[in-house]
């Protein structure tokens, strides 16, 4: 769960459901939280930091307290435009962004890329791979094997 700048952190009771706050929560993210996605395996959260164009990367504490850890920042998206919607699947991330451009004459058009990184599952280091321009901005995304 995730406002402008935090996010908070929940655990899920196996046995009933109950959701209960994660010692620390909620974590300092970033200036203008717009999407947030797990790592397939788990062990990091990615968050997309509309303010400063940027992924911020956190560590995850999966066995024992759930607590998040800053593991580092990447680069925005390739496009220079602002990142929006967030997508994992196996050693990538997927990045949508979006482009407004206003004219006095035509009014607003939007463009859109959504770029690929590849991730290192050992740091959580993210690598640019590719970029692929989008007819319009992605608003949501979700990868499918």
Do not use: C, K
């Given at each position: 769960?995730?406002s ?5 952190a929940l655990?899920?009771?196996p046995?009933?459901?109950?959701l209960?706050?994660v010692p620390?929560s ?5 200036q203008?939280?717009a999407?947030f996605?797990?790592?397939s395996d788990?062990?990091?959260l ?7 164009n940027?992924?911020?990367i956190?560590a ?17 998206p390739?496009?220079?435009?602002a ?9 990538f991330v997927?990045v949508g ?8 004459f035509?009014?607003?058009?939007v463009t859109?890329?959504i770029?690929v990184y590849a991730l290192d599952?050992?740091t959580?280091?993210l690598?640019l791979r590719?970029?692929f321009?989008?007819p319009g901005?992605?608003?949501?995304m979700i990868?499918?094997p």
């Open positions: 769960m995730a402008d700048s935090t996010i908070a655990s899920i009771d046995q009933n459901g109950i209960n706050q620390g909620p974590f300092p993210a970033g203008q939280i999407s996605a797990m790592s788990g062990n990091y990615f968050a997309l930091d509309g303010w400063n940027t992924i911020r956190f995850t504490n999966r066995s024992t307290t759930g607590i998040l850890t800053p593991a580092s920042v990447s680069a925005g390739s496009t220079g435009a990142p929006y919607a967030l997508a994992t699947q196996g050693h997927f962004s979006s482009l407004w451009q206003f004219t006095a035509s009014g607003s058009t859109g890329s770029s599952s050992n959580g280091m690598t590719a970029s321009p989008t901005g992605p608003e949501t990868a499918v």
